[in-house]
Structure formats: C-alpha cells, structure tokens
C-alpha cells in the first residue's frame, strides 16, 4: 500500500480543484477528428503579437544558454518610463497570476481573511485557499463588484482585497468615483489589489487608471498583464506596481528568474508597439458591436462587456450548448466555477470568427430548443 499522499499535502491544497482551462485546439481535434477550429475561450488576442515583439522574441533564440536578467532591468525601466512610476515598484512576474499568487503568499495565512466578489477571476478563491486563510466572498450587485458592500465586509483579520476591473468572466467595471469612496473607507493596513489585466481594453469609458491613485493610497497594488491587448499570453509576462515596500517584499519571495528571456524581450518591444495595441482595442470594440447585435437579434440576454469577452446567458442548458458549439468547431468558455451556470464566455474574435460563432450558436440553439 502506497502512502495517502493528499492527506500530506497542507489542508489549503487539499481542498482545491484544479484549474479548468479554455479546452485547447489540438485536444478538440484530436477528441472530435475535425479540424478549422476557432477558439474564443481564453481572452487571447486574435490579431497575435505584434510584429516588434516577434522580432524581439526570436532574436533572444540563439543566446538559450543565458539565464534571463533576473532584475528585468530593462523591462522595468521600459515600464516605469511609460507608467511616470520608478523602477523599484515595479515587480515583474511570470504572468500577472504569479504576481497574484505572490501577494497571496506574502499577505495571507491561516488566521487573517481575504474579501473579493461573487463571480470574480478564479485565481482569488485559489490563491485564498492555498494560503488557509478565510474567504470573504461578497455577493455580486448586476454582476459586478459591488464596492459598498465589500468595504462593510472587511474585518478586523482581512490583510488583502481583490478588485478585478474590468473582471473576468462578467466584464463589469468600476468607475473612478466608486473606487475611490471605496479605497477611502478601507482602514491603510488592509492591501487593495486592482487587477487591471483588460486595461487596454477599458480605455476611452471612464475607467480608473489605478496607477495614478498610487501615490494617493498607498496599500494599492495594480497588477497587468501583457497576456491579453499585448497578445503575448504564450510567454507569460504581467506586472505589478506598488510603492517600493511592497514591490520589495514581492521580490523576496519570487523565484530568481521567474520571466524568462525571449519574455522579457519581447515584452519590452510590445511595450513600444502602442499601434498594435491602438488596432486590437478597436477590432475589440467594432467585435464588441457585432457580437452584441447578434445576441439581441437571437434575444438572447448577455453582460455588456468592458473586456475583450461577454458573458451571455443561454436558455438551454449551457453545458450542452457548450457541447454544441464544439461540434461546429467553434471553443467557447463554461463559467459553472463561476456560479453562473446559465452563462457562457466568449471572446471576441476577428469578424470572421464572431460571425462563425453566432452562426453556431444558431444552429445549436436551434437543434436544442
Ligand atoms: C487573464 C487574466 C489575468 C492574467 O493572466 P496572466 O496571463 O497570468 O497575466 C489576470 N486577471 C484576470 C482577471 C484575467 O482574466
């Protein structure tokens, strides 16, 4: 009899579930036999990376016996001209989850409590979990975060607030003004963690820009990624800026050379390519239209979106829609994790995608009602 090696693992890991990815292409292909596949399950921009960072992402190919500036001086400095922020708080991780999961580490523990909203990015519950501290999960108000009711849920034990905005799978945002008040009432030892991973995409509606409320509060944490408009999801690079204290307790715990270096460089030239990242968010608002106009021509009801995906609710049941869509080669995104059983995820492609996908969506509503 081997040993229960579960039962060793700590009570926090215990209790979690893996995380569910966006089904990949190659696996559909291979369990349906078909190809031409689209895939809108994962918030990936459909325009790819940008062409300075491709450049720079093989140029780094013949130098693989170097380990990566471990600093990431470069990107930092990069990031910290672009931002009007120093260097030293800026902390750079393997995707913005490691950030996530870094100031989880650092700031929770069994005995303290972490508040964050109904149907908010997974990796919150997640990284809670791991760290056995306390859950506080507020009800959603329209979907989104609802600001007032979780400054009241704050107590004594909390140590670290997640807002995602806009969040992930709801696409709801705050505004300014309602994080302010929020960020106001918040007692200066509890850590407000603002994941902006669809900034890019929240610009020109009257979004907060978090980095400029740094110097006003200084138990914020803005996280973004370079996964999403920077279309770079494959090299896993994201970011967080603080005030230095924080960035310094970040940078204790992270692994050295957490981002590697063909990341780190293609991450800076993305940094530069401002016109690539100007061309997804307008194919992301003129998609956002299509997609919405096809779901009020099928009076379907759907979350309007601040992010480069909308939440829109089926009225079969959602996992065989889901399956339906797979069938006709087109990848969407069940969010039952998310308590919204009724609700799918899609991305917002190029055109030609989200016509497919509506089409599809047709088709299997119609063979399922
Ligand atoms: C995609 C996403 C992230 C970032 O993912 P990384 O690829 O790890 O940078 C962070 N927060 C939310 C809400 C997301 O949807």
């Known amino acids: 009899m081997s040993c229960d090696f579960i039962a060793l693992a700590t009570p926090g890991v215990q209790g979690l579930q893996p995380y569910q990815p966006g089904k990949p292409v190659e696996e559909l292909e291979r369990e349906l036999g078909i190809t031409d596949i689209i895939k809108l399950a994962s918030n990936e921009n459909p325009l790819g990376a940008g062409e300075l960072a491709r450049q720079a992402y093989a140029s780094v190919g013949s130098d693989l016996a170097i380990y990566p500036d471990g600093s990431a001086y470069r990107l930092k400095n990069a990031l910290a001209s672009k931002l009007g922020v120093q260097a030293n708080q800026i902390t750079i991780g393997n995707g913005s989850n490691d950030i996530l999961d870094l100031i989880g580490r650092a700031f929770l523990r069994p005995g303290v409590s972490a508040v964050f909203s109904q149907h908010a990015f997974v990796v919150y519950p997640i990284t809670t979990q791991v760290a056995g501290a306390k859950a506080i999960a507020v009800p959603a108000k329209d979907w989104g975060h609802d600001l007032e009711a979780m400054a009241v849920a704050v107590a004594d034990d909390t140590r670290l607030v997640f807002i995602a905005n806009p969040n992930n799978p709801t696409g709801t945002a705050v505004t300014e003004s309602a994080l302010r008040r929020f960020m106001q009432s918040v007692r200066d030892d509890v850590i407000v963690v603002l994941d902006e991973a669809y900034f890019e995409y929240g610009l020109g509606h009257d979004l907060p820009d978090g980095v400029r409320l740094l110097d006003e509060f200084p138990n914020l944490v803005v996280t973004r990624t370079f996964s999403k ?141």
């Open 229 to 369: 408009a920077y279309g770079l999801a494959a090299l896993r690079v994201g970011y967080s800026v603080s005030q230095p204290a924080i960035a310094d307790v970040l940078n204790r715990l992270r692994m050295p050379f957490n981002v590697n270096a063909p990341a780190l460089a293609a991450a800076e030239a993305a940094l530069s390519d401002q016109a690539h990242v100007d061309e997804t968010a307008r194919i992301n608002r003129e998609g956002l239209k299509q997609l919405a106009a096809g779901f009020k021509a099928m009076g379907l009801s759907f979350i309007p979106s601040y992010g480069n995906f909308i939440a829109f609710e089926v009225p079969v049941d959602a996992m065989a829609c889901y399956h339906g869509l797979l069938k006709r080669g087109v990848i969407v995104r069940p969010i039952g994790v998310y308590a919204m059983p009724r609700h799918l995820r899609v991305t917002v492609g190029l055109p030609a995608h989200n016509e497919r996908f509506l089409s599809a969506l047709s088709a299997t509503l119609g063979e399922l009602s």
